[in-house]
């Protein structure tokens, strides 16, 4: 990778990962702060105000994607921090469960992961740009790992609403790394693409289809899997982070020579194949091995691996089979389907956890994997690209 790839592709992560952080600090500690506020005392009040973001998110993707597309990818990403800010303000200064609601809605209308990734395309050459992806993801898993370890800690030290502040200091350094240290990207194509072309676009379901899948897995074993970290590996929930930290971190480093494969030997659909594969087999190995705690940890480390293998690969993939000025729009439905994957597999988990059982859960994941293994298969050959794309040395 050029400097100037490598320094848009780890600005834009630090991006993700100041955002990201902030949001993942509330899940450990939320519905604790939540009982002292108007309205706190009522459970499904409290999942929803936690869940408004992500709902919001949903909504707002695919319009800020497209709206990237024309008036240009930081301008969307500064007005979408921005947002975030204002919503983490008002948090702060709630006190009452509605108002914490309010300004969770408000950030959730930052939705700028669509036009983040499209600059990140926008920036790299297509034989860099699953690495640059990677960079992405790996931004995100350490900032839950580390959210895991500090959020407990800030909690009792300095109170939630100085963390929702935390959170605004953390959006506005954001905004002054897209104003002041990412790189501009090249100007985006004049032409128009409908949006229906988009949505028709058989390749781009396939890959709305794998993100879907695959976070709703995520959503859905994180209902059960911290309870059985208790329970069969005897690991208290505050020590969690012991685990989830290098079991990422390794996971992390282990998928690296499979993006680096996939992109100098164009194996790219080989090593997306495998990767679906492992996280089938996660999910049967769940399903059958759950209660041993050597298989419970081995089999987390594999989830990993294939998640954060599939997180590098799908949006590089988006961004190359979508149309050049439709990249935005492209990644807004991509990222729509994956914030609708992670509510329906959160609410199917719950419910299933309530009325079913754990195994039954990694059952259903293991029947969605298999067909989104069966639609993968058909997906045509990555081409080898004939020459290499410049990249201005910067």
Same mark, same amino acid.
């Given at each position: ?247 990422? =971190? +390794? *996971?992390?480093? %282990?998928?690296?020579? !499979?993006?680096?494969? #996939? ?6 659909? @080989? ?45 590089? =993939? +988006? *961004?190359?089979? %979508?149309?050049?000025? !439709?990249?935005?729009? #492209? ?6 389907? @994956? ?56």
């Amino acid at each position: 990778m050029s400097r100037a790839e490598i320094r848009s592709s780890a600005s834009l992560a630090a991006i993700f990962a100041l955002r990201m952080l902030g949001l993942f600090m509330l899940s450990p500690v939320f519905a604790i702060y939540a009982k002292n506020l108007s309205g706190g005392n009522n459970p499904l009040l409290v999942g929803l105000a936690l869940g408004m973001f992500s709902l919001v998110q949903a909504f707002f993707q695919i319009p800020l994607g497209m709206a990237s597309d024309r008036l240009g990818r930081k301008p969307v990403i500064v007005a979408g921090m921005l947002m975030f800010v204002i919503g983490a303000v008002i948090c702060a200064e709630s006190t009452s469960l509605f108002g914490v609601m309010l300004g969770r809605g408000i950030q959730g209308l930052g939705a700028i992961s669509a036009a983040i990734t499209a600059l990140i395309a926008d920036s790299t050459r297509e034989e860099h740009r699953t690495k640059a992806m990677a960079m992405v993801g790996g931004s995100i898993g350490i900032s839950f790992a580390l959210a895991m370890v500090i959020a407990p800690v800030l909690f009792e030290s300095v109170g939630m609403p100085t963390m929702f502040g935390m959170m605004a200091a953390a959006g506005l350094a954001a905004i002054a790394v897209v104003l002041w240290v990412t790189p501009d990207a090249p100007a985006l194509p004049a032409q128009r693409v409908p949006f229906s072309n988009v949505l028709k676009n058989r390749e781009l379901m396939r890959l709305n289809f794998g993100v879907f899948v695959l976070h709703f897995a995520q959503m859905a074993m994180f209902v059960v899997v911290p309870a059985a970290l208790v329970r069969v590996a005897e690991i208290p929930l505050a020590h969690h982070w012991k685990v989830y930290l290098p079991v990422m =971190l +390794v *996971s992390f480093v %282990a998928m690296l020579p !499979a993006i680096i494969v #996939a992109e100098k030997y164009a194996k790219m659909k @080989q090593v997306f194949l495998i990767a679906i594969s492992l996280l089938l087999v996660v999910q049967l190995g769940f399903w059958q091995f759950m209660e041993h705690p050597v298989a419970l940890i081995a089999l987390l480390f594999g989830f990993f691996i294939a998640f954060n293998t599939l997180e590098a690969s799908q949006p590089s =993939l +988006v *961004s190359r089979i %979508a149309p050049p000025a !439709a990249k935005g729009a #492209a990644l807004g439905v991509y990222n729509t389907l @994956q914030a609708l994957g992670i509510a329906c597999g959160a609410a199917a988990g719950g419910v299933m956890s309530k009325f079913a059982s754990a195994p039954t859960i990694f059952a259903l994941c293991a029947v969605l994997t298999v067909i989104w293994l069966i639609i993968a298969v058909n997906m045509p050959e990555i081409p080898r690209r004939s020459a290499p794309q410049s990249a201005k040395q910067v």
